[in-house]
């Protein structure tokens, strides 16, 4: 085809100069095309071309144990030939692929031509032009897709359009296609989906499976029965426009219901089985070796089957389990639901689906905090406490709505304390910070900016995967070490380091400390085992979802229940709900497959501490707790400032409103030191923004509050400052403002900044 000849109202309406540069490469290639026309003998034809077709697939566990086959009918096992498929078959396949296969020479330059109009136009690639000769090259020789990749297919479709008569062409593009649930080739496809030879499809059937190959799994019909059928509507629209149908074949054909035979072949953890066929496979092979272990996975199911049936009452209907090995982040047991062939819900995969992921994600907030110089003795005040956002101030509640006062790292993760941690995440560097650690950890579901999820982000106000959750604890496991999670044993598995071990190994130390989360939890909860295990319970909002995920070093077990429909669960937490089958399935792991625990570093040593202060104590104090450090990163020792006359531990300004309220339970032990130390002003928090209506006179009221005086006297430049007995305000103006406090006996003084907008 001269490059003058073309004809196309995309061409067309191209500018003059765009055109000239088309046309000139399309001419430029043609020559290029007639002096290589000689060297193409010597491009070798594809061995896997001059071998027959494979004509089943067998998936197996790690063992060998099938799980799922896609074996043909005995009668459709041999290679099919050309011959054998009618006529309106192939015009399905042509029309759907390549209908100008029969006249162009393994490249179709108009549809190229096209192609490459169509996307400089839009900055992107909007369709492809390959050939079913470069099709049939690209499935039997896996490349990666770059240009050289490209080049070589090419290549080789014009050597194959030379060697090879188009009908064998053709033929072995039909015996080597794949057309999804592990069909390779048209005779599998037909039998498996229609229980029929080729020769015997009607014309919707045909264009049916003609419209498959598109993306067999995207167009599984078994999944998305809605996108296969509005393929095989293009594939007959296509074939009425190239006159393979007339009007009325056409109409009939479109209005066919189509009677999908049921899947019968065997069909073990299916919920696995259709993960592993959403992964790229490189090449079709007789057998594909997966990393499930049946038998263990068996075992699961049934763990999980007992316990949502003791759950009924409290309206649990679901539930989810993953095992991952965490040598080889190989899942080796994946249940997605109780029953997959239960009607409704059966088939939505628990492991995969995305769900609220409560507090499951607060061991990767004090990671960073370690990882910036805290310590498992680090104090935080566990007190109710305001916190600016974008929408003006966030008050976060611990889940039993109680606050502890001190707490150490230790104990604020271990009991799952939610105020706590949100005061680590801050000082830990943030949403930005815990954000990108989930993402180096394999969480996929956060495309929100951190800022949106706020400090909010550690107590789990984003979607998360059981699957990528407990492959994000298998690189806690691994004591700092990402390894991608793999349903398929050769699949590559690189491992990167995002934290030192030391550390890691203080996490898992914690998580693993009964005592730890008593003060939660008591000391007989679901998480209580007879040999070591980290776990972490998660639960969200209205209890819709629950989670616990646990691990030693060598196995790494998530779990969810819930609703699929998003109902609420009456009082069901990760304790109540998701712990017991993490323990039940642990305690199987640890009789029949064994877990240990890890040596504690070199590193690490052990000291004596308040529990109060946080701070080093003689060993032989008996008031107190023994703690685990790095040897070079050990907390202050305590001084007599940290106490009054009489002993007790003195508590700073934070502490005002919880030391004088029922929540208190350290008032022999503790003394509220106000008289020391800054002021601290407690509302407004700095940056926080107001909004006011100007139908509601109270909120035009400002609470002042500080603690740390007693004669206060509140000020602001642009706004006016007021009391009335037991209460100070401000009176709201539109625009940012400041707002300062003195302490008229001390002198001392404190400022804050606010918004305030009108509605």
Not at 377 to 388: G, L
């Amino acid at each position: 085809m001269q490059a003058g000849s073309l004809r196309s109202p995309e061409l067309a309406a191209l500018p003059h100069h765009m055109r000239r540069k088309i046309i000139a490469l399309l001419a430029t290639a043609a020559l290029l095309l007639i002096v290589a026309h000689f060297g193409l003998k010597f491009v070798p034809i594809p061995p896997a071309l001059l071998r027959p077709p494979i004509q089943s697939i067998a998936l197996l566990d790690r063992n060998g144990i099938p799980l799922r086959e896609a074996r043909v009918a005995e009668r459709f096992s041999r290679e099919l030939a050309l011959d054998e498929v009618p006529p309106h078959v192939i015009d399905a396949v042509l029309a759907a692929e390549d209908k100008r296969f029969y006249r162009h020479h393994g490249i179709d330059w108009l549809a190229s031509a096209r192609a490459l109009v169509t996307g400089l136009r839009h900055g992107r690639i909007v369709s492809g032009a390959s050939t079913i000769t470069q099709q049939l090259v690209k499935i039997s020789e896996r490349r990666p897709r770059t240009l050289r990749a490209k080049l070589i297919e090419s290549a080789t479709a014009l050597r194959l359009e030379q060697a090879w008569p188009k009908d064998r062409i053709l033929a072995a593009y039909l015996n080597r296609l794949d057309f999804g649930n592990l069909n390779i080739g048209l005779a599998a496809a037909a039998d498996y989906y229609f229980g029929k030879p080729v020769s015997d499809l009607s014309d919707a059937e045909a264009a049916f499976l003609a419209g498959l190959p598109k993306n067999p799994r995207r167009l599984n019909p078994h999944v998305a029965p809605a996108a296969a059928r509005q393929r095989q509507e293009t594939v007959l629209r296509r074939m009425r426009d190239n006159g393979q149908l007339d009007l009325a074949r056409s109409e009939r054909a479109l209005s066919e219901s189509l009677a999908l035979r049921a899947p019968g072949r065997r069909f073990r953890a299916p919920h696995f089985v259709e993960l592993v066929l959403q992964q790229p496979i490189e090449a079709p092979r007789a057998e594909l070796k997966t990393t499930l272990d049946f038998r263990l996975n068996e075992q699961v199911e049934k763990i999980l089957r007992e316990r949502l049936a003791q759950l009924r009452e409290q309206n649990v209907r679901n539930g989810a389990v993953v095992v991952i090995d965490n040598a080889s982040g190989d899942v080796i047991a994946l249940v997605g639901s109780e029953n997959y062939f239960a009607p409704g819900t059966g088939q939505v995969n628990g492991a995969w689906a995305q769900r609220s992921a409560g507090s499951a994600l607060k061991p990767f907030t004090y990671l960073l905090a370690l990882e910036r110089g805290a310590t498992p003795a680090t104090m935080v005040a566990d007190v109710r406490t305001s916190f600016p956002s974008a929408d003006g101030f966030y008050r976060p509640e611990n889940y039993n709505r109680r606050c502890y006062g001190p707490v150490r790292y230790r104990t604020a993760l271990a009991s799952s304390l939610n105020i706590p941690a949100v005061k680590v995440l801050l000082a830990a560097g943030g949403p930005p910070a815990l954000s990108e650690r989930l993402r180096v950890c394999g969480l996929t579901t956060l495309n929100r900016a951190p800022e949106i999820y706020g400090l909010g982000l550690t107590l789990g106000n984003c979607e998360a995967r059981l699957l990528e959750m407990t492959n994000a604890y298998a690189s806690l496991a691994r004591l700092g070490e990402f390894r991608p999670w793999r349903v398929l044993s050769d699949s590559p598995s690189a491992a990167r380091r995002y934290s030192e071990p030391e550390l890691v190994w203080q996490i898992a130390d914690i998580l693993s400390d009964n005592s730890a989360r008593t003060l939660a939890f008591g000391m007989n909860s679901a998480l209580r085992f007879d040999y070591p295990v980290a776990c972490k319970t998660g639960t969200s909002t209205d209890f819709r979802d629950n989670w616990t995920i646990g691990f030693t070093p060598e196995f790494s077990v998530g779990v969810w229940v819930g609703n699929f429909d998003g109902a609420p669960m009456r009082e069901v937490s990760g304790v109540t709900g998701a712990g017991p089958i993490l323990h039940a399935v642990f305690d199987y792991l640890h009789g029949n497959y064994g877990t240990s625990w890890y040596r504690t570093p070199s590193q690490i040593v052990e000291r004596t501490v308040h529990p109060l202060t946080g701070k080093l104590l003689a060993d032989s104090d008996p008031r107190g707790v023994r703690e685990k450090f790095l040897s070079d990163r050990l907390p202050a020792a305590e001084t007599p400032a940290d106490y009054d006359a009489a002993g007790h531990v003195q508590l700073g300004p934070e502490y005002a409103d919880w030391f004088n309220s029922a929540e208190n339970g350290l008032r022999g032990q503790t003394i509220l030191a106000l008289g020391r130390g800054d002021l601290r002003i407690t509302s407004p928090l700095t940056g926080s923004v107001y909004v006011v209506d100007p139908d509601v006179p109270s909120s035009r009221r400002i609470p002042l509050v500080v603690n740390g005086g007693s004669h206060m006297k509140w000020e602001s430049e642009s706004l006016a400052c007021r009391s009335e007995p037991g209460a100070d305000f401000a009176l709201a103006a539109e625009g940012e403002h400041r707002i300062v406090v003195t302490d008229l006996e001390s002198g001392r003084r404190a400022e804050t900044w606010i918004r305030i907008r009108f509605l």
